[in-house]
């Protein structure tokens, strides 16, 4: 066995194209899987105490408390009230940003592209039910995106490092609604050049296995025909769910690596 | 002649004690100078669009828009919008953080020091006329507060390398309202274990006079006898402020120093 997931049943799917988002409401002890599925794919990520959105996940909270800039497997996301709201229970990838701004309808008026989709936008849409307007999107967790910091502190973007299938793991420490927008960024290196679909998941409160070996083929997961959004209620995994996260290869980078601030930088 | 303010004349002054926070309006133009009196001493800053108080000073937008994450001379702070808010004109020191949460209530519990002073209940109380609660304090950008960035993404907290006297200078790039507190962190390096006051003062908008060399004799600012929170409308500089200005020594660290990202760590 090579999952934690392996033996579970997501209660929730949705499949988010570039430059859509969505939102899902988490009881305390859910875990939210949140999933690359053509690698490479950043997902912007924010989240809010259900029923009150004053209190978020805040990056500078999870900074501070964690003393640390990576978002990385063990660490707890904190609210702008320094509260617990999520912990990574599982990252297959292990670089992840939480410095930059999601990309907004100015950054693509700079760009030169107008009217482009943007994760600000698409988390503005998603949340739209819940009386959390633009203003209010805090600044997200950006999962798999790929940044390093220089000797001047100047950011460097670069591809992301996850894989086809890569994920991470989130466990609700609250009720909360999670909003996950696709980065539609395709000028420059944030999604490879070419954004792809991510997919998220929710599961149960139930207990995690142990984590337990990692399988020695790795297969990574394939495009879905779900379409855009589509919510899928199944009480058992499908054989292609169990087949995918039996696979899940051990790729965990080391997390100096990750940081991109090696010694020779 | 050694700093751009030496012929310019303060239209409010306002001295900060630890613990304590300040509020000001600003024109379009105006120059706000926060200063260390005694040096080592963090500035906690946050600042709003006047009569907006949805658009705010953003540390990712303003990361994400210069990418990079030290504040330094010639940089613009943006805003949640990615509109630009402030011009960093002028800098002593060359070091400050934009990473680290407004200590907070909840920080100071955990320090075992439930009731201590915080950024963040100072700012609080400062905004309260413009309707800005706790929760909507943004993140702020933290003057003089001296963060090394590790390997591994790990951040280390340092006394700060501002001396007294040390300030910097920020030109309003539209109406605001500006808040700083004074760090009241007395537990570890924050402050050099030992806060003391700040003093920020508004100019008006007049020409800056061209970057002058540096006088050879530097005489720090002393403390001043001004109460906390008093307000000064004066129309000339007092003797002792054309002296202070005028003997500013030229300290501004180099900035890979100042990152502390050397290739060595």
């Known amino acids: ?10 209660i929730r799917t949705r499949h988010i194209p570039p430059g859509q988002g969505q939102a899902v409401e988490m009881k305390t002890g859910q875990l939210l899987q949140i999933q690359t599925l053509q690698g490479k794919q950043v997902a ?23 003393v640390n ?24 990838v292990g670089r992840h940003d939480m410095l930059f701004a999601a990309c907004d309808p100015v950054r693509y008026e700079k760009l030169g592209v107008p009217g482009h ?3 600000r936008a ?21 999962w798999f995106m790929n940044v390093s910091i220089q000797q001047r502190g100047e950011l460097e973007v ?12 989130l466990r609700a420490l609250k009720d909360v609604v999670a909003a996950v927008s696709s980065c539609p960024q395709d000028h420059g290196p944030t999604n490879a050049e070419h954004p792809t679909d991510l997919r998220i998941r ?14 020695a083929d790795p297969s990574p997961v394939e495009g879905e025909a779900l ?17 995918a996260f039996a696979s899940r290869p051990a790729r965990l980078r080391d997390t100096a690596e990750a940081t991109g601030m090696r010694g020779e930088r």
């Open 1 to 10: 066995m090579s999952d934690l997931l392996h033996e579970k049943t997501p």
């Open 44 to 66: 912007d990520f924010v989240a809010f105490t259900l029923g009150d959105s004053g209190e978020f996940v805040s990056t500078s909270a999870t900074r501070s408390s964690n």
């Open 69 to 92: 800039i990576i978002p990385q497997k063990g660490m707890t996301l904190y609210s702008n009230r320094r509260q617990p709201m999520f912990e990574i229970v599982e990252d297959t």
């Open 117 to 119: 989709a943007s994760c």
């Open 122 to 142: 698409a988390l503005t849409e998603s949340l739209g039910a819940y009386g959390i307007d633009f203003d209010r999107i805090p600044d997200p967790v950006n």
């Open 158 to 169: 670069r591809e992301p490092l996850a894989e086809a299938g890569d994920y991470v793991l």
């Open 202 to 215: 929710v599961y149960r409160d139930e207990p995690l296995p142990a984590e337990a070996e990692p399988a």
């Open 227 to 243: 379409a855009a959004g589509t919510e899928v209620s199944s009480t058992k995994p499908t054989a292609g769910e169990r087949t």
